[in-house]
């Protein structure tokens, strides 16, 4: 018998300003010891598009795009048996006004 786990929903959203190296977006979730999870980062900007998105837990990158021309946009799916946090990166090709970062996916305690 499978035991039944409800999925918790994942919903971030932050405002932050478009910058030429890696800028922290502002989102920081905690995913729970003994989860499974899936999550995805789309960066919605304001003159300037993305040329890097990064989902990253600490100085692991997880999921990582690299263009330009197009809003970016990456996932990352996993276990993990210890508490995560997950924070997501970005980086533009000019610093020309302010983006909008949006992290949404679920992650399902197993304990």
């Given at each position: 018998?499978?035991?039944?786990?409800?999925?918790?929903?994942?919903?971030?959203?932050?405002?932050f300003p478009e910058?030429?190296?890696?800028v922290d977006t502002?989102?920081?979730?905690?995913?729970?010891a003994k989860s499974f999870y899936s999550v995805s980062l789309i960066v919605l900007y304001q003159n300037t598009a993305p040329?890097?998105?990064?989902?990253?837990?600490?100085?692991?990158a997880l999921g990582l795009n690299e263009g330009s021309g197009v809003?970016?946009?990456?996932?990352?799916?996993?276990?993990?048996?210890?508490?995560?946090?997950?924070?997501?990166s970005a980086m533009f090709p000019a610093e020309n006004g302010n983006s909008i970062a949006k992290m949404t996916g679920f992650y399902i305690p197993m304990s």
């Amino acid at each position: 018998m499978v035991n039944s786990r409800t999925p918790v929903a994942i919903q971030e959203q932050a405002g932050f300003p478009e910058r030429t190296s890696w800028v922290d977006t502002g989102i920081s979730v905690v995913i729970p010891a003994k989860s499974f999870y899936s999550v995805s980062l789309i960066v919605l900007y304001q003159n300037t598009a993305p040329s890097r998105v990064m989902i990253e837990n600490g100085d692991t990158a997880l999921g990582l795009n690299e263009g330009s021309g197009v809003s970016l946009s990456t996932s990352y799916a996993g276990y993990t048996a210890k508490e995560i946090t997950l924070t997501c990166s970005a980086m533009f090709p000019a610093e020309n006004g302010n983006s909008i970062a949006k992290m949404t996916g679920f992650y399902i305690p197993m304990s």
